[in-house]
Structures are given as C-alpha cells and as structure tokens.
C-alpha cells in the first residue's frame, strides 16, 4: 500500500491536534481504549463534545497547556492508502521543530483560524513549506462555525496566501483551500452541508488522490556508499559490494559510473539485494552493487553516472535554520554531515538573515540566533559531492553539529 507522508503546521489554537483527532475518529483509526480515554477526559474537563486533541497530545505538558510542545507522528491507514502525519508544534520557539518535522513530508496541511485570518506565524509555515519545497500545500481554513461559514472570509484568507505564493521564489507549488470545522467535522472526512458555496473535496479525499512520489524525486541518480562489504567465506572470497540506498534516477547493470570523489570510472557488473540479483534498481531502493573494475570505493564516496555528477567543492553557500542556543557567527568552527560523509566546516561568511514573512533580507548581520532562517558561507577541510536543494533534496541537505557538545546545531539547504 502506498504511504502519504504529511506535516502539519499552525498557529497555537488553529486546532491541529483536534484535526487529526478528528480525521482518526472519522476514518475510525482510534482504538476502542483509546476512544474510552477521550470520552472521560473530556467529561471531566466539563465538555459536552469530545476533545480530539487528546488523541495526538503524549506530553503531560501538552495535554494540561492545550498546546503541542513536540514533534508527533501518527500512523493511520485507510482503504487505498496509509498516511503518516507529523504534528508539528505552533509556537515561534519550536520553529526549528517544524523544519524536522516537515523534512521528509511528501505534502502539507497549514491551518489557519478563521476568526484570526493570516498572522505572523502564518508567514512564517507558509515560508518553511516554499523552503523544503514541499510541492502539495493544503490551507485548511478552521474554525468556520465560529465565523458562521462565511464565504466572504474564506475568500478574503485566500486572497491573502495567494498573494503570498506570488512573492515566493518556488513556483513548483500546487495550493489547495478547504473551509472546515475540525470540531464539528465540517469538510474533514464527510462533506459539510454549512459549506453549499464549496465545490471542492473533503481534506481527506483531496489527500487520499494525491500522488505519493517520494520527496528524492530527481532525475540524477546519487548512490552514496554505506559500507563495504566484504563477507569472510570461501564460496565468497573475492566478492567485494558497496552497499546504500539509491536517491535520484534509476541505477542498471552496465551503466557506467563514477566514483566521487577520486572521479575514477568503471561500470554496475551485479545489483544484490540479499541473495537475489537484480537488472535494475529502483529509486529508493536499498541494495549493493559491484563494479566490473577493482577500483578503491570506501564508505562516504558516491557512486553517479558518468555526465550527471555533482558540484565537488571545497566551498558552498546555502540557506541555514538555526536550532541552538548559542547564536551563529561567522569565523565559527563546526563538524558538517552530508548523507554519509562528514568534514569539519568553517563559516566564512554570514551573509543574510531572511524575514520570513517575504519582506526582505537583514544583510550583513553579526549573528543568526535560534530559530532564525538565513543565508552562510562554508569552507570544509575535504571536497564534498553535492547538489543545490532544488534539484535534489537528500544531496542538497546537510547538518551542522556543535563540535565542543556534539548537538545538531542547524540544518541546511545548499543553494
């Protein structure tokens, strides 16, 4: 069965939590405990309808404040397909929980209150999701029962996103506006009567058609090398195999490769996956290849096609989210790591903080602080194989870690 990742994002009180819960109790995911529990705790909190957010709320800090605190993933499946949503939190001070939460969504859901309309942290989702390029973007309008189903406010928010997508660098994005009630379940999984000026699907229908390609959708093929492995019996005493996970286009047996970043050529002789060969292997397949010649591959080279290889350098710009407390400053020292590999980083340069609410740039300034979105300078001790975000996502991606802490520090998008 095909699986549809989803991130969520929104504003504290958008009802995220509650959203999902109510996707869970319409598709009836919930288990029969689990309901029980929604059903006495929402009586004891003196409600006369069930409290959805409780059924993705796991800390004890979420649960008493009404608020997500941390990253959660839900699983739920339905007839023709199985989903898994990241709960992300809402709060400008978790920003950098949403950019991991939303790194490996295929599509987005941003809710917005009806009541409220665009805010600052609407700006700022809305961002996040160009940044990742996340090519499917639900703007799921909540609460209309509290503006009474209004048509007019529903074109008026989204009159304004629109003109947000206008200001955005990714064109790529497909935008799709739904006026729902998480609470009442107007437009989540069964159509609302109280929309008749709403000719489009239900959340849930719209998701179950999207495509679910896989967000490494690119048409260069990029092997990065796991491990070598070289088994320690006489049936296979010369077998030596590069084992990985293949990003990008298709890999054959016959094509001819380069090995990066000594650039030396040869060409696929098997494709293993266990006990079996294969002719050919598929994009996202894991699997270990031999090449025809005996040439050096160790753990961190990259096997590519000859005339689709990557920039190797020893200097890259890209766009950074700073997670840490103790701000970015340029002249700073940290480890990166890129796929497999890994080198020290220095930062050279920090050129720009981007406002994420697309009004500009602050350039030149002394330091990016936690949560901050910006653009950086790096030079590594070692050439590293790799590609701008746009064009592939698993080689245009990197972190940076604390070298004095080993905390994960920021995570960037190579320009």
Request: aromatic fraction near 8%; hydrophobic fraction near 35%.
């Amino acid at each position: 069965m095909k699986v549809l990742k989803i991130a969520t994002a929104g504003s504290v009180d958008d009802g995220k939590s509650t959203l999902i819960g109510r996707i869970l109790y319409d598709t009836k995911s919930l288990t029969d405990d689990k309901l029980e529990a929604i059903e006495e705790k929402s009586r004891q909190r003196g409600f006369d309808y069930l409290d959805f957010s409780l059924a993705t709320d796991g800390l004890v800090a979420e649960r008493e404040q009404g608020i997500t605190i941390d990253v959660a993933h839900i699983y739920f499946s339905t007839p023709s397909k199985s989903f898994i949503i990241a709960d992300t939190p809402g709060h400008i001070e978790y920003t950098r929980n949403m950019v991991t939460g939303a790194s490996t969504a295929q599509a987005s859901i941003v809710l917005i209150d009806a009541r409220n309309g665009v805010i600052e942290q609407t700006y700022r989702h809305f961002f996040i999701n160009n940044l990742l390029r996340i090519k499917d973007v639900v703007i799921a309008i909540n609460k209309m029962d509290l503006v009474e189903f209004s048509e007019e406010k529903y074109n008026t928010i989204k009159a304004e996103i629109e003109y947000l997508a206008s200001k955005s660098e990714y064109k790529g994005q497909n935008l799709t506006f739904i006026p729902m009630s998480a609470l009442q379940g107007d437009n989540v999984v069964h159509k609302s009567e109280n929309t008749p000026w709403y000719k489009g699907e239900t959340l849930m229908h719209h998701l179950e058609r999207l495509d679910t390609e896989d967000i490494n959708d690119a048409s260069q093929t990029r092997f990065p090398v796991q491990t070598v492995i070289r088994p320690k019996t006489e049936e296979y005493h010369d077998f030596r195999g590069y084992a990985g996970k293949l990003y990008g286009g298709d890999l054959a047996v016959g094509d001819e490769v380069a090995v990066l970043p000594s650039q030396t050529k040869s060409k696929v002789k098997t494709i293993n996956f266990f006990d079996k060969e294969f002719e050919t292997a598929k994009r996202g397949s894991s699997v270990t290849i031999t090449l025809e010649d005996n040439v050096n591959v160790s753990r961190g080279d990259m096997l590519v096609k000859v005339n689709e290889e990557p920039t190797i350098a020893k200097e890259l710009t890209a766009t950074i989210c700073w997670m840490d407390k103790e701000p970015l400053k340029a002249s700073q020292k940290y480890y990166i790591k890129h796929g497999v590999n890994d080198a020290q980083a220095k930062v050279t340069q920090l050129s720009s903080i981007i406002k994420t609410d697309f009004s500009g740039i602050e350039e030149n300034p002394s330091e990016l602080v936690l949560n901050q979105i910006g653009d950086i300078q790096l030079k590594l001790s070692k050439p590293l194989a790799f590609d701008s975000y746009k064009n592939n996502k698993s080689n245009g991606s990197f972190i940076l870690i604390d070298p004095k802490s080993n905390n994960t520090v920021g995570v960037g998008f190579i320009k």
